[in-house]
């Protein structure tokens, strides 16, 4: 929004709330340029920023239809509005995958935490979990075991998803155990933050306390894509397919940062690819395409 008003455009933007997935963020020290912030107080000065540009921002909606009507777009949200503008920039992110089992809304923040990247370095030194045997799981256990003192992973199939060389890689590390057959059934705290968490063998449905320090859900994303994927291309996750300038295979809609098929869901990434996408809707006008 704030490349698109810089170029003279005229722009407005829908959200449920500004910032998004980063509110839910505690601890970023991986942002260049910025030591440390909190998710809270980036996302308020993403709008403090914004608001010094003529945008319109239309807060507290969904959009709930998109339609293509020649070369413009129009699109209706959960208010009833309706805007219509040859561009469309989808930045609508993605959502962590959670347990959804008891006590996991309660702890988010406060022991129970999706980014291992971003909340790995607050848990130096303790004891963590990490729940999900794939790709992503495996590579957190990983990444987190040069940082925890012990990691403990647990994945809910019989074997672990994650590729050959990335299980012989974890099976190398001294402080890592694997419990595989397993679910967790709730997350456990004393108010103030996670202690344990509960976890049932699937095999002799026998369950278990193990208490920890924090536990990193790595079950997925789940990009935030379903109301535009009748009208975009999207991949068998959901993600919006994109080429190297946002551009989806619609004409003047573009997609940018976690909803789509850009590698690595990091902040400033999504960043990024969101000037981008606005740079190439500009250059789009300029050429006339749309």
Known sequence: AIYSARKGLRVAIVA?????????TVGIENLISVP??????????LKTHLLRYPVDLL????????????????VTTSVGEK???PALIIATGASWRKLNVPGEAEYIGRGVAFCPHCDGPFYKGKHVAVVGGGNSGIEAAIDLAGICSKITVFEFMDELKADNVLQERLKSLPNVEVFVSSQTTEVI????????LRIKDRKTEEERLFELDGVFVQIGLSANSSVFREVVETNRPGEIVIDAHCRTNVTGIYAAGDVSTVPYKQIIISMGEGAKAALSAFDDRVRGII
């Open 189 to 196: 705290g004393n108010s103030d933050k996670l202690t344990a």
């Open 36 to 45: 440390e912030t909190t998710g809270n107080e980036l996302a308020d000065n």
């Open 16 to 24: 449920e709330r500004v910032g998004g997935q980063v509110k839910e």
């Open 59 to 74: 807060e507290h909606r969904k959009v709930e239809k998109v339609e293509v009507m020649g070369k413009q777009k129009l």
């Open 83 to 85: 805007f219509q503008a």
